[in-house]
C-alpha cells in the first residue's frame, strides 16, 4: 500500500487521494460503528432512534451514556460497545493518520539517504 523507502516520494496529487482513502475507511468504520451501537440501544433497551444515537455517540466520544439502563441485556451491550468503541476510535485514528506518518517519515529517510 505504502512505497518502500528506495522509491521516491509520492507526487503530491496521489497522496491525497490516498489520503481521501483512508478518511473514507476510517469514516466507514466509525458510522457503522455508530449504528451498531444505536441499533443495540434502540432493541435492547426500547430507546427512541434519536435517543439511541445520542447514547451511541455520547459512549463513542468518551462521554458515557446518558439514558438510565434499566435491562440486563442493554447494561451489558453498553460495557461491550463501550470497550469495542475505544478500539474502533484508536483503528480509525490510526487509518486515517497513517499517510500521513508515513509521508513524515519516508521524506525523513529520503533526506537521510541525499546527506550520505
Known amino acids: 500500500m505504502f512505497e518502500h523507502r528506495s522509491q521516491p516520494l509520492l507526487p503530491r496529487r496521489k497522496f491525497v487521494h490516498r489520503l481521501l482513502r483512508s478518511l473514507a475507511f476510517g469514516l466507514v468504520l466509525l458510522v457503522f460503528s455508530l449504528g451498531g451501537g444505536m441499533a443495540g440501544y434502540h432493541y435492547l433497551e426500547g430507546l427512541p432512534w434519536l435517543d439511541a444515537f445520542l447514547n451511541a455517540a455520547m459512549i463513542m466520544s468518551g462521554m458515557g451514556p446518558v439514558a438510565t439502563l434499566q435491562s440486563s441485556a442493554g447494561k ?35 533526506e537521510e539517504e541525499k546527506k550520505d
Not at 79 to 105: E, K
Open 76 to 110: 451489558l451491550f453498553a460495557g461491550c460497545y463501550a470497550l469495542y468503541c475505544g478500539i474502533a476510535l484508536i483503528t480509525a485514528a490510526a487509518v486515517i493518520l497513517s499517510p500521513v506518518v508515513h509521508r513524515l517519515f519516508h521524506r525523513f529517510h529520503l
